[in-house]
């Protein structure tokens, strides 16, 4: 089954506007992170930001902020201030406890996300 | 920076040779692995190593096989080629038992099976 769920294969948005790209997970451990990676045209994976299950605080990394909802099992990327840079494929992803020791990561099919002068 | 190297960008290879996609990586993580990623289906885990000579399956192991001889090498191996494993293959590393534990991936090497 399907563990991470990002509904948005594609998304257009304005320069210097703000974005929101959606992520589900399913997971029935109590200690898990979340992650989202950016990959450019280019191909690498650049990783963007993490949330911990346990974080009480939402994520922030400069432009970046993730809207935890813990009991909806959400995990959304928010990008402030678009950039014409920030064109790139978008993956959420999971790290589950039992897993935690090696790192496994499980990934979405991901949101492509196309900047806009 | 640490730094995840994949040998090869781009590779064509015929359906039925034997197929070596070697990954390393600077840092001394104990944590390796492969993805491969196609459109529409993510990323998706082929092995992953967890120490030297230490392997496991992840969730699409069938039709490859993987080595570790060595901490920063990680070879995925592809025994016969067919066409459903062209795709996109990414390597990546972490460090274990850290609070994040995010993995460092290479650049990737798009393979092409005729």
């Known amino acids: 089954a399907q563990k991470i769920t990002q509904t948005q294969p594609g998304m257009f948005v304005q320069e210097k506007e703000a974005v929101t790209l959606d992520c589900t997970y399913d997971?029935?451990?109590?200690?898990?992170?979340l992650f989202w990676y950016k990959q450019p045209s280019s191909g690498e994976m650049i990783f963007l930001i993490y949330q911990g299950s346990y974080d009480e605080q939402n994520a922030t990394e400069g432009r970046y902020s993730l809207n935890f909802q813990k009991a909806r099992k959400s995990a959304n990327l928010v990008i402030s201030a678009s950039q014409l840079g920030d064109s790139a494929m978008y993956f959420c992803?999971?790290?589950?406890?039992?897993?935690?020791?090696?790192?496994?990561?499980?990934f979405g099919a991901g949101t492509q996300v196309v900047v806009t002068p | 920076d640490v730094k995840v190297t994949q040998s090869s960008r781009y590779l064509v290879k015929r359906t039925g040779e034997k197929v070596f996609l070697e990954c390393v990586q600077d840092m001394d993580h104990e944590n390796m692995f492969w993805y491969r990623q196609d459109p529409g289906l993510g990323l998706r885990l082929i092995y992953f190593s967890y120490d030297v000579k230490m392997k496991e399956k992840g969730d699409i192991p069938e039709g490859y096989s993987v080595s570790r001889e060595k901490k920063e090498r990680f070879s995925l191996i592809l025994e016969s080629a067919s066409t459903n494993q062209t795709s996109m293959y990414l390597c990546a590393s972490s460090l274990g038992l850290v609070r994040t534990g995010e993995l460092f991936f290479g650049e990737g090497s798009r393979l092409t099976v005729l």
């Open positions: 992803a999971m790290r589950e406890a039992r897993t935690d020791s090696w790192g496994k990561l499980q």
């Open positions: 997971t029935s451990d109590q200690s898990y992170g």
